[in-house]
């Protein structure tokens, strides 16, 4: 039997761990991945386009296991009731080749990308950053903000979209977290004027273009960006110059793809980045929250500006996989089997350990025929 | 919710509609799928290897529906107690990017190997054809035996392999079901003797070798050849010379894939052969056992040999996942559902749909940080 997780496990899992220590625990998972980055074939995404849309195939695998993760991007689903994004995926057994878990993973790539981008902030912003402003508050956008308040300690959220409504629904749903109480939500009428005061600024916003979200203006010295929108060929968030700014540097999760689907695509190919594993493996203790001598070790100074151009790889939909596992296997009852594969007692008499009984029933007789 | 088939669901389906009504029908949605052949999204495996056996994802798409595959290849599993291959896989809608159904695929994969072998043997194979050979035995060997019954009016077994017991759980099977009272079974001591008298001859060895399992003395003018076994570099079953006997002609599913994967990857790149869509395309009229015009309808003479050089093509698991999908539809008592995608009144707010009532319980709060 297979293990499945279904979007209701997922619910039950966040409500009976906590949605902070599930975001933790999780990104102590991609960290220690990331820390085996060598390790981890990188393939391509496999892409099949229609007019109106993508899906994906995204492959990993560390020799010991794999897992995959089937993505579609369908702009155009949301004006249908739809979600623009859905997913699901499975972790299976290099040494037999069995899957192991086959997972929803829709609600998971939000936790995964809002922990990796916690993640790569605890690395990089300054450990007195408190403030952070959230610029796009879409379908992402609940999950980044409690991320950063889970794993960096944020007490004020400055928020705009160019959809106020957007903005109203990211308010109400935060201010219904108990975890939220106390945290200043500052709601502005401009980009520019949310960042300002705001140590660290995530861009999460979902146009389909070259946007310019943010300009040089609105970034000073120190600040750590969280560029998370801009995460296919031809959608960017950042005005070139920001990435051109003295003092900037620009971390990115796996260079080939990031060249592509990133903020750098608007760049020259030997503009120089940074990539997470790298960084990590400078800093050879992990970093979490019970260890603040870590907290911005990442960064080259105090005035230096790190970009986090987030695109989202293969790796992080593994450790998510991973991580899913190890809970379902710690509490059974955290998810549920499904008969994907078929158990036999003769592995070579794959019909008579399967059919035999039961499609061969009098009432299953073959038609005449010929 | 997504449709959900399971191995105990692919259990009843085949005991409710009859294992030979089954592949007959697959085999249908097979030919009409072939038939839509220049409509397909035709790309290579996504394959992982490592030191034991291979993972593969093997997509594909017409513009209205998308499938992918997941299958591993372990032959060393066996020894285990655990099968070679296991296969799962899904259908989705191409306009919206949602998955329709979420399917096992190890039995459904025998059934239609089993269903495009006896499908293309109707087109090739004389009108009157009913003993076949059929060389290895095992886990395959039951589903040819049965698609070959059923399709064919095959009378006559003639049984080898070169393990004993693999003919003797074969033989076991078959003469459990009632659909082969009445047909002769043979046990033979050599290839040689299986062949003798055989008006087609199935070779589906397990051997990841270049075997010479069928050599042109075995062979006669007229003969049909469904060569399933020999599916991977490095893996096939006929001597090359009967590849380039007078009056031979191969039939391939995918040329590129088979250049590389099946019996011709033996021969010269130019060694020419026939896709079974092209072959399609001559005979406007659909072939099924109503209609005993077309049987045999694709061969030039009655003394070609025609060689089906069977790989499988991602198509075919497009059609069984179709075919499955349509039978669901129809009754939905054979499948389950499976909460693989979320449900949201509103698209937009990913977070309040699903986490942000179950994820924000007063015991879910976040322990401090920073």
Redesign the interface.
Known sequence: MVD?I???D???I????????FI?RLSRQIESDYRRWSDF?K?AR?A?H?P????E?M?T?N?RL?S?K?V???PK??N???????A?G?L?D??????LL?S?L??TT?LRTAATSALAARWLARPES?SMALIGN??????QA?AF?????IDELRLHDVDPA?TA?LK??LE????FEGVRLVVARSTAEACQGAEIVTTVTADKCNAVILTPPMIRPGMHLNAVGGDCPGKTELHPDVLRMPGARVIVEYEPQSRIEGEIQQMPADYPVTEFADLLAQHPRAGD?SNATTAGAGRRSASEITIFDSVGFALEDYSALCFLHELVQEQPEFGRK?????R?D???????G???A?????????????
Chains 1, 2 share one sequence.
């Not at 249908?80 to 859905?86: A, N, S, Y």
């Not at 290099?94 to 899957?99: K, L, S």
């Not at 219904?176 to 975890?179: A, K």
């Not at 499904?338 to 078929?342: F, G, R, S, W």
Request: glycine share 12%; hydrophobic share 40%; net charge neutral.
């Open positions: 499945y279904g979007v209701s997922v619910q039950r966040v409500q009976s761990i906590g949605i902070g220590t933790e074939e393939s496999l099949s229609s109106v849309g993508v899906i195939l492959p695998s020799g794999y995959f089937y579609n991007g369908h689903n949301t249908e009731g739809l979600l623009t994004v859905t699901f499975a299976a290099v040494d037999t080749g069995y899957p086959l929803e829709t609600i939000a408190r879409g379908a992402q956008s609940e999950f409690i308040r889970a794993l960096l300690g957007a629904k109400q749903n219904r977290c108990p975890e929250s499904i008969d994907l594969v078929p036999l003769d592995p070579k008499d794959l019909f008579g399967t059919l035999g039961a499609g061969m029933k009098p009432r299953a007789r073959l038609r005449a025929v010929g």
